[in-house]
């Protein structure tokens, strides 16, 4: 079982920064790629970035020069700094992780629960 936790969410003004984590736990064996969805009210889910296994990133065009992803495997654990905050930007982010587990053998997506991040004007 594999249990996805998210943090760093929260109310910010415009121009500032937060930083989100998102660690799994469980009997893991290994991670493959990493990303960073949100969700803004009435809208659909959208890809905001993504990390392989080698370090290869990739950004929504909206992020692009503001958002940074990495990740660090030792602890099984991607974050997302995001600096210079739109209103625009404020949505539910959910992380998404393509986890291998010692018993499953391949990978398989789990998503986290999701954390708030408010942008105010």
């Known amino acids: 079982q594999v249990q996805l936790v998210e943090s760093g969410g929260g109310l910010v003004q415009a121009g500032g920064s937060l930083r989100l984590s998102c660690a799994a736990s469980?009997?893991?064996?290994?991670?493959?790629?990493m990303g960073w969805y949100r969700q803004a009210p009435g809208k659909q889910r959208e890809l905001v970035a993504t990390?392989?296994?080698?370090?290869?990133?990739d950004y929504a065009d909206s992020v692009k020069g503001r958002f940074t992803i990495a990740r660090d495997n030792a602890k099984n654990t991607v974050y997302l700094q995001m600096n210079s905050l739109k209103p625009e930007d404020t949505a539910v982010y959910y992380c998404?992780?393509?986890?291998?587990?010692?018993?499953?053998?391949?990978?398989?997506?789990?998503w986290g629960k999701g954390t708030l991040v408010t942008v105010s004007s």
């Open positions: 990390i392989t296994s080698g370090g290869s990133t």
């Open positions: 469980g009997t893991i064996l290994s991670i493959n790629d």
């Open positions: 998404k992780l393509a986890v291998v587990t010692i018993s499953r053998g391949y990978g398989m997506d789990y």
